[in-house]
């Protein structure tokens, strides 16, 4: 990474976070209140005012392939391959309702952000630590049963490239657990906007396909069982490498 390089585009995006103090204290309030509707509206609009400003500053051009396969309500699950933390940004611009995502629990330690990451109701999953994972799995599949929708990354890291590497097992059970639909989506060259050059650039084009969404409610048992290798190959087809 580019240290001197970085520093205005991430300090950009960061210094963005603090405008929206505002839309947080709101959230917390309809939750605390129980409001499930409009905690979920507030977030999806505090979410789309950040990241169109964070998308206009840096002149990203997103891409949607088969924009008719996006859902216009939750609750659902995103999976998606994993090539650059310019993802969750731009997944969170394209959606059309209230979304959530899976992160890394090391994200914790970020201020602001991490305050940000569960105001929206994402979830920080514990790599590598197996009891961890299951209650955040159990943790994502409650909040689905509640309206909330969330994006998970099988492949558990960024891939920095166009590579996409295996998904991990069981990513999925969430989603089937909630008995949920299930969105794919292909991601490509997102890892251009930061991973290549190692500082946040300009003028990138990021393209998002948006495949058909699965309904896991009418899925059979050999269904369920290959469910996952079924997504990833979804997914894999429509990656540029």
């Keep these: 990474m580019n240290i001197l390089k970085s520093i205005p585009g991430f300090g950009y995006i960061g210094f963005s976070f603090l405008q929206y103090a505002g839309y947080k204290k ?10 499930r509707e ?26 949607i392939i088969n924009p008719e396969n996006l859902p216009t309500e939750g609750p659902v699950v995103y999976v998606a391959n994993h090539q650059s933390y310019a993802d969750i940004l731009v997944f969170l611009h394209i959606t059309k309702h209230q ?17 940000w990451t569960a105001a929206i109701r994402s979830l920080f999953i514990t790599r590598g630590n197996a009891r961890e994972s299951l209650h955040t799995i159990n943790e994502g599949a409650e909040l689905l049963k509640q309206g909330f ?19 991990k097992p069981g990513a ?43 309904d896991t409610a009418g899925l059979d048992r050999k269904e369920l069982a290959n ?5 990833e190959d979804i997914i894999k087809k429509a990656v540029h490498e």
């Excluded at 979304?99 to 305050?115: C, N, R």
């Design 227 to 231: 469910l996952g290798e079924t997504v």
């Design 99 to 115: 979304v959530g995502f899976i992160a890394k629990d090391s994200l914790k330690k970020i201020p602001v952000f991490s305050q």
């Design 149 to 167: 929708s969330l994006i998970i990354f099988p492949e558990g890291t960024r891939s920095h490239s166009s590579k996409m590497a295996p998904f």
């Design 38 to 63: 409009g905690e979920r509206k507030a977030i999806y609009d505090a979410v789309q005012k950040w990241t169109a400003q964070i998308v206009e500053h840096f002149e990203t051009d997103v891409r």
């Design 172 to 214: 999925l059970k969430l989603a089937t657990k909630a008995k949920v639909p299930v969105v794919p989506v292909t991601i490509n060259n997102s890892y251009k906007m930061f991973e290549e050059p190692g500082y946040v650039k300009k003028g990138v084009t990021i393209e998002f396909t948006i495949h058909e969404p699965i």
């Design 26 to 35: 709101k959230i917390d309030s309809l939750r605390a209140r129980g409001d």
